[in-house]
């Protein structure tokens, strides 16, 4: 009898190109396809950073310093020195860097914009869901807005001032929150063909020359 596939040990990003936006000797910016690691899994050993590391081998390193979830899309930035990513860090930490996700929900939104403050902390009984919790949770904070109506899904511009994992996906599908999943969120919704959700626009100071940069990358959706 053959086995079936073990999809834990399957690579979504086989046949998938990362797109490199922007580079220098300091940085380099890159577009990440859904279904595509941002970092090696335990798994699966192929990912943007792997890929970045193969292509960069005269750089002092690749150093990551944020992730995107494996189902979303969009904006990435790695250092390419021990400099720049030391510079970088602080500004993530200090929350100086800037993000803008697009993202298609269920439904429509009774507002136009707000803000979202829901606690989060790993779900022990259900991974790698997270879920709100007022007692152990970490503190999370997003701001959003409406972008335009399509059908009976709406079409929202995202700000996360945290970076908790799931954020935004738990923050559009809980009760408290906008309470309409994400579209194609198969953890906190229904499934389709992708996750609805990228990061299009990235903004932070050259970790150099201090200069502020924006990169943006429309969604394919």
Request: net charge neutral; aromatic share 8%.
């Amino acid at each position: 009898m053959p086995l079936e596939d073990n999809p834990l040990l399957s690579n979504p990003a086989q046949g998938q190109d990362i797109t490199i936006v922007y580079q220098d000797d300091a940085i380099v910016v890159v577009n990440k396809p859904a279904e595509f690691l941002s970092v090696p899994g335990v798994h699966v050993h192929d990912s943007v950073l792997t890929r970045l590391k193969a292509q960069f081998t005269q750089a002092e390193g690749v150093f990551a310093l944020h992730r995107l979830d494996m189902s979303t899309s969009g904006l990435l930035v790695f250092a390419l020195t021990r400099r720049a990513n030391k510079q970088l860090q602080k500004q993530f930490i200090s929350r100086a860097v800037q993000k803008r996700y697009v993202a298609l929900i269920e439904g429509k939104l009774s507002e136009t914009q707000g803000e979202i403050q829901l606690p989060l902390c790993g779900d022990l009984d259900d991974r790698p869901r997270q879920k709100v919790c007022w007692q152990q949770g970490k503190p999370a904070l997003t701001h959003w807005e409406t972008v335009q109506v399509e059908q009976n899904r709406t079409r929202v511009y995202l700000y996360p001032h945290t970076g908790r994992t799931h954020q935004l996906r738990v923050h559009c599908a809980h009760h408290l929150g906008l309470n309409a999943p994400i579209v194609g969120d198969d953890l906190y919704g229904l499934q389709d063909k992708r996750l609805f959700l990228h990061a299009e626009q990235l903004s932070f100071a050259h970790p150099y020359t201090k200069q502020p940069m924006t990169f943006q990358v429309d969604a394919d959706f």
